[in-house]
C-alpha cells in the first residue's frame, strides 16, 4: 500500500482496521441478542418446552450462533456478514413453530421470533453502517 505525501505514516493501517470494524453500539448490540436467543433456544429445547422430556438434541441448533459471539462483540465485519445469512434460519424456524400446537410453545416461538428478527436488524443497519464508512474511508 503506498503513501500519499501528506497522509502520516500509521494513518492507512489504522483506516485499514477501521474499514473492518463495525462501529459502536451495533457490536455490542448483537453480541447481547446473540446472548439471548442462544439462552432462549437451550431453555426451550432442554428446560420450557423440549420435544422430548428430559431435552432433546434440538437445543444443538444454538451451536452456530456460539461460533459468532466473539466476531459480533469484536465488531468483525467478517462476522457480521455471514451472521446475517444465518440469522434467517432462525427466524425461518420460528415462524414455523408459531403455528405450534400448545400455547407454551407459540410463546416461546413468538419470543424467538423477537429476537432473531432484532438480531437481524442490528446485525443488518451495523454492517451497512461498517460498509459506509469503508466507501468513505476510500474516496
Known amino acids: 500500500m503506498t503513501r500519499h505525501p ?8 489504522h483506516t485499514l482496521v477501521a474499514s473492518r470494524a463495525v462501529p459502536k453500539p451495533w457490536p455490542l448490540l448483537a453480541a447481547v441478542l446473540a446472548i439471548a436467543l442462544i439462552a432462549l433456544g437451550l ?12 431435552g432433546s438434541w434440538l437445543a444443538l441448533k444454538v451451536v452456530p450462533l456460539v461460533f459468532g459471539i466473539r466476531g459480533l462483540y469484536r465488531g468483525r465485519l467478517y462476522t457480521f456478514k455471514w451472521m ?8 425461518g424456524e420460528a415462524l414455523v413453530r408459531v403455528a ?10 413468538w419470543n424467538s421470533l423477537a429476537i432473531s428478527l432484532s438480531l437481524a436488524i442490528v446485525i443488518l443497519l451495523g454492517a451497512r453502517r461498517a460498509l459506509k464508512i469503508k466507501r468513505e474511508l476510500i474516496e
Open 6 to 13: 501528506t497522509t502520516p505514516a500509521g494513518a492507512h493501517d
Open 84 to 91: 446475517s445469512l444465518l440469522i434467517w434460519i432462525y427466524v
Open 100 to 109: 405450534g400446537l400448545t400455547a407454551a410453545e407459540r410463546l416461546l416461538a
Open 43 to 54: 431453555a426451550w429445547e432442554l428446560v420450557l418446552d423440549p420435544l422430548r422430556p428430559g
